[in-house]
């Protein structure tokens, strides 16, 4: 999967740190059918996590409603330099885990 | 022997498969909110859901849902769901210490309809809001 992460590389102190992620993924719904009318099965990353100094900032249950490509933004309160760990799943099993480091001030 | 193939049970499968892409009911939605309210009474307020009154793609609609905390208490989660959708759930976030409680994606609308987002404190009490949108072309369809 293609992604594109938009972390900031230095933070203030107490600000907010803004995530934004943009994940290449087809988020197949699983109403749609092919040509044949077959039903074309669900295929969409249903769970999504991201940590910031290994605390959790956000953890996701999605479903079918998410756009193809899914975008996600959010945000942490800056406390110290550290990493931001991004990891999630599709239906098929597909693990995948983005980093990015931020550096507080 | 099967029964015979009559223009009338033709016509009876024809309208069952036609009926087309399912949708909830208020009822499930209402299942799916009280899941995660655990039957807590919602209130207006302490949510925002920013989203277009009037979309033209269904297929990708900005939302975003953010969340202002009464005095003494964190956001423990965040939950979207559209009504008229085949399946209500939006998404569920849980939002950790280290989080704050907003969360902004692009949705499927698959219809006009009423898009609620809650918000779950960790005082126990649920918050909503909701906006009722336009959509000009559906998503799910195509």
């Known amino acids: 999967m293609r992604v594109l992460l938009n972390v900031p590389k230095q933070v203030k102190r107490g600000e907010a740190i803004e995530v934004k992620v943009l994940i290449s993924h087809p988020m197949e719904n699983g109403q749609r059918r092919d040509e044949s009318g077959q039903v074309v099965p669900r295929q969409i990353i249903n769970a999504f996590r991201a940590t910031y100094n290994g605390i959790e900032v956000l953890r996701l249950a999605l479903h079918p409603a998410i756009a193809a490509n899914p975008f996600l933004s959010f945000a942490a309160r800056a406390e110290a330099s550290g990493p931001i760990e991004l990891f999630w799943e599709d239906d098929a099993g597909v693990k995948q885990t983005e980093t990015a480091v931020v550096e507080v001030v | ?142």
């Open chain 2, 1 to 142: 022997m099967s029964p015979p193939v009559t223009r009338r049970t033709m016509l009876a499968f024809a309208t069952a498969v036609v009926a087309g892409p399912a949708m909830a009911t208020p009822v499930e939605v209402a299942a799916e909110i009280a899941k995660v309210t655990r039957g807590t009474v919602l209130k207006p307020g302490q949510v925002k859901l920013d989203l277009a009154q009037m979309v033209e793609n269904g297929n990708a609609v900005g939302v975003t849902v953010s969340a202002e905390p009464p005095a003494g208490t964190r956001v423990a989660s965040l939950h979207l769901f559209a009504e008229q959708n085949p399946n209500p759930e939006v998404f569920h976030a849980t939002i950790g210490p280290a989080g704050l409680p907003r969360l902004a994606t692009r949705i499927r609308l698959a219809t006009s309809q009423q898009v609620i987002a809650v918000a779950v404190m960790e005082d126990g009490t649920c918050w909503s809001d909701a906006v009722t949108v336009m959509v000009t072309l559906a998503a799910c369809l195509e």
